[in-house]
């Protein structure tokens, strides 16, 4: 009997490892190799990660946030792909979310798009902004400032064709209001580009 097939991905940056801190030496199951960005350190356990090595050997930046987004993708027997998502950043790290898609492209979307929803809630709680509060200048007029707005909506639409519910969609009077919004206060010079509509 076959095992379903599996696709493992996994996104390190400035990915950690418990067990070594900088000023220890790299255990023997260890190995540090390079590559074009400079040399890494590659381990096995509990998960195949890539390690930056200048951060095991260097004075760790305090304002600096590591951590490693885990994503493992099983096709079910009925077609469709589970995909499971875990994030040492999360508030519950050992903790383990499940999404299903049509295909596996899907399915991580579906997992990292609500991964995304949960840093966006807490990008927008960490600035704890009074939405109301507007600042006046020594003047006495308003002082803009910038925000980068995300709207997050998502249906199941029941139509004759693809085009149909995209269109359908598009031409709702509700989709604004039943979107999930968040607004972050930004530079105005903060190199951001912010998604542009599909073709359709």
């Known amino acids: 009997m076959t095992s379903p097939t599996k696709t493992n991905r996994y996104f ?17 199951t260890c190995a540090l190799v390079s590559s074009g960005q400079g040399k890494r350190l590659w381990t096995k356990a509990p998960y195949y990660r890539l390690l930056n090595a200048e951060q095991l050997m ?23 792909y589970l995909c499971q998502i875990s ?12 999404f299903y898609g049509q295909t596996k492209e899907h399915a991580i979307a579906i997992a990292l798009e609500h991964l995304a929803d949960e840093y966006r809630e807490k990008a927008e709680e960490s600035q704890n902004i009074d939405s109301l509060a507007v600042e006046i200048s020594d003047s006495g007029e308003p002082i803009n400032k910038y925000y ?23 031409i709702g009077n509700t989709i604004v209001e039943n979107a999930r919004i968040a607004a ?12 542009e509509r599909s073709g359709y």
């Open 58 to 80: 260097t004075q760790i930046n305090p304002d600096r946030t590591a951590g490693t987004i885990a994503i493992d993708v099983c096709a079910q027997s009925n077609g469709q």
């Open 148 to 170: 980068h707005v995300i709207v997050h909506y998502e249906e199941i639409s029941e139509a004759e064709s693809k085009f149909e519910a995209v269109h359908n969609t598009m």
């Open 184 to 195: 972050i206060e930004i530079a105005p010079d903060i190199e951001i580009e912010p998604l």
């Open 12 to 28: 390190s940056f400035f990915s950690t490892y418990p067990e070594i801190s900088p000023a220890s030496p790299a255990p023997k």
């Open 87 to 98: 994030s040492s950043l999360s508030d519950r790290p050992d903790d383990t979310m499940n």
